[in-house]
């Protein structure tokens, strides 16, 4: 048996000036309406999401139709700027249901390679924000085996998922079924979107009950596999990217913090068990972003290599987000366990997205899978 | 004279291999004759074996003579002298030490080794104790160093030693190149956790060093000696290599080859290993292509760390893998390497020798301090060195 051989095309692991651009332009308008109060007083009230806000990011900046080619109405970008994107919205813990119908169901639709009809008219408002889709399968699946798949009797739809995230924020919910993939509109008869209380309260999760409930088919059982498949891939590589941007607002305000909070009459960050910690931070964050940047870019590329780099990126990025959120906490002391202060809101993200898409866990099996490392 | 361009040397490189052809001349003829042509380093200066050209055009000497199958010097053995003391010559040396050392070290008729550390001074270098005293025209030296390598083949050494112990520890430092051949140098194999004797001890016993073999002005060697530790770690995580290129290849064989050795904790473990060494490996790619875009990030700093770290725990899984064999060893026999070699040593030596990956070119402690203060802006812990003159200090 052989190793597996390095991709012959060297993957373009750094920033383009266009990308740099990207990112000045969203992190600016996060500051200005997603500030940590804002995101605080966001959570408690009873809708998910500022509407001016993602209106502002889908379609003020482009950033929903990235994905999209320039003839459906999106800027035919690709993965490498959505991944920028979503790094900014890691950083800001911003609620905008941006990874699961920007990236998630664009990626579906996209993949199901239709020319005109419901997909492609689906994909025009997604593109532009004037409707949000999501995946109906738990936010924990890895697969397409992994989801719950409803059940067609007459041409309407039956059955239950949990755990479907952003689905209180959705107008079309995409379903597949083992007759194929739906798409069904929130508002029709017999869909109940019943809110559940997530751990990360800056991504709402519902479990979506079809009764009876009138849907418009997009894609046959085969199809449907395939290109929900391709959706979750990308939602995993591109997941990093966020994890990546949430773990370097840890990392920074620590830093931060730690410089200014003094005791023993010297800056606890001038202590040398601190300071190493830190710096270890330092040292996956940019390990992360190396791997981030490499699922992106086979992402956008095409690459031959791409489920092994989504894999190994959600292996080794999930971890850091949550070992940056876990040392911020610590390294804030008593102030990083108040509601006031926003590094709990990074915990609970950091550690539902290492749930997300499948776990660490997960993708090591994917990867011994992958690179012929099998289980005993 | 104008700064050579690809097409210029490339023709004085085809004038060299003409007048000197490989397959019929001398290999260290040759590689006098190319020093001379001026093509052994091209950014070097004219008459000092380079041509004042641009570094980046080295590689269209080096291919050209590829090509052709002349002779190389061989970085490897001689690579203290070559990465650091030349440079460090070039930058501090008179005229009268560049024409000296310069050729014979680039030729390797020379080896160069290092004496700086000390038994009482490893990160802490500055508090370095070996003394040198001015008698008339010479200095007269005392005092042990350690971790020398190549000190057993060395001609010739850099040395820093303390020249005024009543100033502080940095300031009263000075730099020279000691001739290991001279009475009172004595060098002593030390024997190490491998069983090999890659390094040495040196003791210094009333050693006469001319003043003309001073590097730098009298208690200026701290300065002089950054030139040459910066150098040193120049070239760490520069390497490219592919997947499963560096010590997680040979575990990832052995799993593949022996399905009986497989547990679930192994696999586990060696799963988690891989991707860590997968990510360090596009850590050092992004490092690159930041270089090449003219964009270098501090990253550099921590792909030392990362490696350390990485080689022992992997290095420490693969004895466990190996079961039964990973009770055994090669060979306790003591023998003097001129090289560090991983792969051709069994996994047990992997895992022996790994252990100074943390230590050897700064310790990850002293590396972790450096990124925390440089990289990320924290303070410095309070110091109660800087002021005080050396001979006060505790030790």
Redesign the interface.
């Known amino acids: 048996?052989t190793?597996?051989?390095?991709e012959t095309q060297?993957?373009?692991?750094?920033y383009s000036q266009a990308e740099d651009d990207l990112r000045a332009a969203v992190r600016s308008l996060l500051a200005d309406r997603c500030d940590a109060p804002a995101v605080l007083a966001r959570i408690e009230s009873d809708a998910p999401y500022d509407q001016r806000l993602w209106k502002a990011l889908a379609a003020g900046i482009g950033a929903a139709g990235l994905l999209v080619p320039e003839e459906l109405g999106g800027q035919g970008a690709g993965h490498r700027e959505a991944a920028v994107v979503l790094e900014e919205l890691g950083r800001a813990v911003a609620p905008a249901p941006y990874l699961t119908s920007a990236v998630v169901a664009t990626e579906i639709l996209l993949a199901l390679g239709a020319l005109d009809g419901p997909v492609t008219e689906l994909l025009r408002d997604l593109a532009t924000g004037r409707k949000v889709a999501v995946l109906a399968v738990p936010f924990s699946a890895l697969s397409p085996g992994a989801a719950q798949p409803a059940g067609v009797v007459a041409d309407a739809l039956e059955g239950t998922m949990t755990g479907v995230a952003d689905a209180p924020a959705a107008d079309v919910l995409l379903v597949p079924t083992t007759d194929g993939l739906y798409a069904v509109e929130t508002g029709a008869e017999g869909v109940t979107v019943e809110p559940l209380v997530p751990l990360d309260l800056t991504r709402p999760l519902a479990t979506v009950t079809l009764a009876k409930a009138p849907g418009t088919r997009l894609a046959n059982g085969a199809s449907a596999v395939f290109a929900v498949r391709r959706g979750l891939l990308a939602g995993a590589g591109l997941l990093a990217s966020e994890q990546l941007g949430l773990a370097e607002w840890c990392?920074t305000e620590t830093?931060r913090h730690?410089?200014e909070r003094h005791q023993f009459n010297?800056?606890v960050?001038?202590?040398?068990a601190l300071?190493?910690r830190?710096?270890?931070l330092?040292?996956e964050v940019?390990?992360?972003?190396?791997?981030a940047?490499?699922a992106a870019d086979a992402l956008a590329t095409g690459s031959r290599d791409t489920p092994l780099a989504v894999a190994?990126a959600q292996?080794?990025c999930s971890k850091v987000a949550v070992h940056a959120a876990e040392e911020c906490i610590q390294l804030h002391g008593g102030i990083g366990m108040t509601w006031e202060h926003p590094a709990h809101l990074y915990l609970k993200r950091a550690k539902a997205d290492s749930i997300a898409y499948g776990t660490a866990g997960n993708h090591?099996?994917v990867?011994?899978e992958l690179?012929?490392?099998?289980?005993? | 004279m104008t700064t050579p361009d690809a097409a210029e040397l490339r023709r004085r490189t085809q004038e060299l291999l003409a007048a000197h052809p490989p397959a019929t001349t001398d290999r260290t003829d040759f590689l006098k004759a190319r020093f001379d042509a001026g093509l052994a380093w091209v950014h070097y200066p004219a008459g000092l074996g380079g041509l004042d050209a641009p570094r980046s055009l080295q590689s269209v000497v080096d291919t050209e003579l590829a090509a052709a199958g002349a002779p190389d010097n061989d970085p490897r053995r001689i690579g203290i002298g070559l990465g650091m003391a030349a440079p460090t010559i070039l930058g501090y040396g008179t005229d009268e030490q560049k024409q000296r050392f310069l050729r014979p070290l680039w030729v390797g008729e020379e080896v160069w080794c290092q004496l700086f550390s000390e038994p009482g001074a490893g990160s802490d270098l500055a508090a370095l104790g070996t003394r040198a005293v001015r008698a008339g025209e010479d200095w007269v030296v005392d005092g042990q160093k350690v971790w020398t390598s190549s000190a057993h083949l060395a001609r010739w050494a850099i040395l820093i030693a303390r020249t005024d112990p009543d100033q502080p520890k940095h300031r009263g430092i000075s730099y020279f190149i000691c001739d290991m051949t001279d009475p009172g140098v004595e060098v002593r194999p030390l024997r190490q956790i491998t069983g090999e004797a890659e390094f040495n001890e040196v003791f210094l016993t009333g050693v006469r060093i001319p003043d003309s073999r001073r590097l730098g002005p009298v208690g200026e060697g701290w300065k002089v000696a950054q030139t040459t530790l910066m150098n040193e770690r120049v070239s760490i995580g520069g390497a490219r290599i592919p997947r499963e290129g560096g010590m997680i290849g040979p575990v990832a064989r052995t799993w593949r080859a022996r399905p009986e050795l497989r547990t679930h904790d192994l696999h586990q473990r060696l799963l988690g290993l891989w991707v860590e060494a997968e990510v360090a490996r596009l850590a050092g790619t992004r490092l690159r292509q930041q270089l090449v875009a003219g964009q270098p990030g501090p990253e550099g700093s921590g792909m030392k760390l990362a490696f350390a770290r990485l080689n022992q725990e992997i290095s420490g899984l693969e004895v466990e893998l190996l079961g039964e064999d990973g009770l055994l060893y090669s060979d306790w026999t003591m023998r003097r390497p001129e090289l560090v070699d991983f792969t051709g040593h069994d996994a047990g030596y992997r895992y022996l020798r790994s252990k100074g990956n943390s230590i050897e070119g700064g310790t990850s402690e002293v590396l972790l301090n450096i990124v925390a203060e440089r990289v990320l802006g924290l303070p410095a812990e309070p110091r109660n060195d800087k002021d005080v003159p050396w001979k006060d200090l505790t030790r």
């Open positions: 048996m190793a597996p051989t390095e060297a993957p373009d692991l750094l990392l830093v730690t410089r010297r800056p960050g001038s202590f040398q300071k190493h830190m710096a270890q330092w040292l940019v390990s992360a972003r190396a791997a940047r490499n190994v292996a080794y090591r099996e990867i011994a690179v012929d490392l099998p289980a005993p």
